[in-house]
């Protein structure tokens, strides 16, 4: 058929059939092996990570044999007052850190949207503390917030401490991380939450670890913000001022709500960031004073290679995924939604 | 040859590097010892090219102390390429971690450092991962050179596995000279738990911490507790209670729960800053008073030259028992190079190797026949303790507990240390025991 076609110089029909044939195929075929990477490599291990966490593997001899009763492990780990501790730390920090770190980011956008000379170098100034490495970070800021040498000794040579004791007060020098005050207990609020043995307050060592990384991400969050302000035409702005919007009108309810789509990006980032956080804080902190500044990273790092107790390591870890889930799911959703 | 080779080839130690390393050595004449005694040693034929010996020993003392096994290897067997797999990190938290790793990835070294008792067990034993040596301590003689409590706490059922090389005493308690003598404190030769008490409320009043605690390393804090569980219970209860055999819900761990609580009352304020060569510095320094600390602490002292300033005393109480923390080596099942891992555990071994080990690593020889007149000061003092009073095991360094024990007492520790709830961590002491598998 083929032949007779090229004879009569006829369009090559098989031709184009096999083209068309290799090309319903083509899409499956190039995205098989990132697929079948994919499905092994993360849903395959989190299903063995579920795994491990139902069994009785808790040596450095492994055993997948499933454990009677099933959920013991997952009992365990909510029982214990250091997981407890962590669940509130994580939740403390992340609240804390997505606040102050939208708030700054928004702030350095709407400052460098305005015209002003070297701009670009403010621009690249606030953007840099997010190249580098937690570590860094943790390490750099962990001497800062040393109580013998750093911020405090600032403070003394600024003469802050005898002002202080001019009024009679004693010198102000906060231990920083090194302090296991935790603020208020939700126990005595919520008579349901009786039987947890951690303090449910704001562990105060948690707030130079927010401190730290707010530094380091709110450039981030600056830089999402100033690609969402470039977005917003002109015409928009104009016609504000036209109406006669003052700038502060023009920015509370014209521009804030056209960035909405921008703010949900960086909250939905920032907190899977914030949730699975493990090397600042193990650099700047170690679990801190009477687990003060520990996090389920930390645990999960410590009971799993330590301890050699795979099955409590899996189980937070599987609490981790759950909770950075709670997040990441209804965004997708959403995503999957508008398209 | 790739970069990554060449680099790979630089950093191994070859035969060359450790004849200059030793000649060097021998200008003192502890060592001078070694290099004209030749080794004794007969070394088993048909060695390999290579030997991959893994340990955390990565500073000062440490590697010069591990450079001198390395000597007493390569005195026998002069041709082998020695590779130092060294990994850094306190109490081998990190070297630990990567270890378990290349072993269960079934790439083991040919031989790694272990503590002895439970950790060895747990981590190595069980998994199958380190091979019985009782013909190696049979042929060597060693069942007669090595103290037996030591011997029982690197066998299980009868069967041997570690070649120990030196050990540390856990329970000793460091003090500032001066610190004391201004406040009219006087120690003996040991310290009881009352008269401590009555030093530390004197020392409170002059507004002086009694007890410099470095507890940002996590082991600092259950160091100090163990150190008090001993000096509570005594070296007989103590040991029972790690048997299992004395509850941890008895009155005697109340007590000693309750003396742990009174002792951190005095603690220094910036304790939760430090590691414990912080606290360390701290009693140098004269900020805090006393420091319980292992005795690598000493090495610490020496390393700054302030020797005639620290004194040193068992931690209250426990004058009875030597806290034991054992450092040794293994055979690996499937060693790569056999015949080389055995020559090497006959090496660290022998009473030569150990004799030059122990004063640069800081500790004491693990053998009983060694030469006590080569060890002076500290050390003449603790090899002496070893040999009189009992020897019992330590959970901040592994050998009285499973890994998984170990990290559950840490965890209720470290909370303890800021809340002093004694119920509280009593309860979670008896549910750690009770969860050990």
Redesign the interface.
Known sequence: MAVSSLETGAPVEPKRSRFRLSEKWLAPLLLAPSLIALFVFVYGFIGFTFWVSLSNWRSATRDLSLRDPIWTVYERLFQMPRFQADLRNIVVYTILFLLVTVVIGLGLAIVLDQQFAGKPFFRFVFLFPYALSFIVTGVAWRWIFNPEIGLNLLFEQLGLNRVLGWFGMGPFKPGWLTNPTVVGDMRTWFPGMDGLFAQMGIPLAMIPVTIAAVWQLSGFAMAMYLAGLGTIPMEVREAAQLDGASTMQMYRQVILPLLKPVTVSVLIILTHVSLKIFDLIYAMSGSGPGFATDVPGIFVFEQTFRATRYDLGAAASIVMLVLVAFVIVPYLARSVKEL | MTDLQRLIQRNRLSRRGFTAGAAALAASPLLARFASAQTPITFEEGAEEELEIFSWWTTGGESAGLDQLFAAFSAGSPDVTIINAAVAGGAG?NA??AL?NRL?GGQPPDSWQSHHGKELF???V???YAEPINALWEEQGWLDAFPQGLIDQVTLDGNIYLVPVGIHRGNVMFYNKHVLADNGIEIGDSLSVDDFFAAADTLKAAGVAAVGLG??D?FAAPQFFENTLLGALGPESYLALWAGELGWDSAEVTAAIETFARALDYLN?????LTWDGAMDAVIEGRAAFTSMGDWAWGHVVSKGVEDQIGYVTHPGSEGGFVTVVDGFTLPMNAPHPVNARNWLRAVGSKEAQEVFGPYKGCIPARTDIDASLFEGYFSWSIDALASVASVTSLAHGSSA???L???IF??T??F???RNVE?YQQ?LVMAAE?D?
């Open positions: 938290s630990q971690i378990q269960s747990s981590l190595y069980d998994p199958g507890d940002k996590t304020e910036d304790h939760a800053a499973s890994p998984q170990r990290q559950a965890d209720a470290i909370p240390v800021v809340d509280a979670a969860d598998v």
